[in-house]
Nanobody, 115 residues
Framework: QVQPVESGGGLVQAGGSLRLSCVASGINFRFRPMGWYRQAPGGQREWVAS???????NFADSVKGRFTISRDNAKNTVYLQMNNLKPEDTAVYYC?????????WGQGTQVTVSS
């Protein structure tokens, strides 16, 4: 069973940093693209960042230059390093991967940025 599990969320002041982790079990991790999405209160889920199996990365314009995404294939883990956090980054952050047309999501981890 494919099950991403996120961790690392919390409460941080504006300008601070957090690192989110996502362990994805039940898949051949090194061959899977991985991504992070977020959903703010009352908002729609939006794409944040993604990393291919080869390590190529892409970021939403809203986080470019502040967030980085990386992966450790030996640990089946993808990371989202978030720096210079802003109150508008407050959201539940979700890890996701896909196999064919099937997407798999974690339960999410809450990130709250206070001003």
């Amino acid at each position: 069973q494919v099950q991403p599990v996120e961790s690392g969320g919390g409460l941080v002041q504006a300008g601070g940093s957090l690192r989110l982790s996502c362990v994805a079990s039940g898949i051949n991790f090194r061959f899977r693209p991985m991504g992070w999405y977020r959903q703010a209160p009352g908002g729609q889920r939006e794409w944040v960042a993604s990393i291919t199996s080869g390590g190529s990365t892409n970021f939403a314009d809203s986080v470019k230059g502040r967030f980085t995404i990386s992966r450790d294939n030996a640990k089946n883990t993808v990371y989202l390093q978030m720096n210079n956090l802003k109150p508008e980054d407050t959201a539940v952050y979700y890890c996701t991967t896909s196999i064919g047309i099937q997407n798999y999501w974690g339960q999410g981890t809450q990130v709250t940025v206070s001003s």
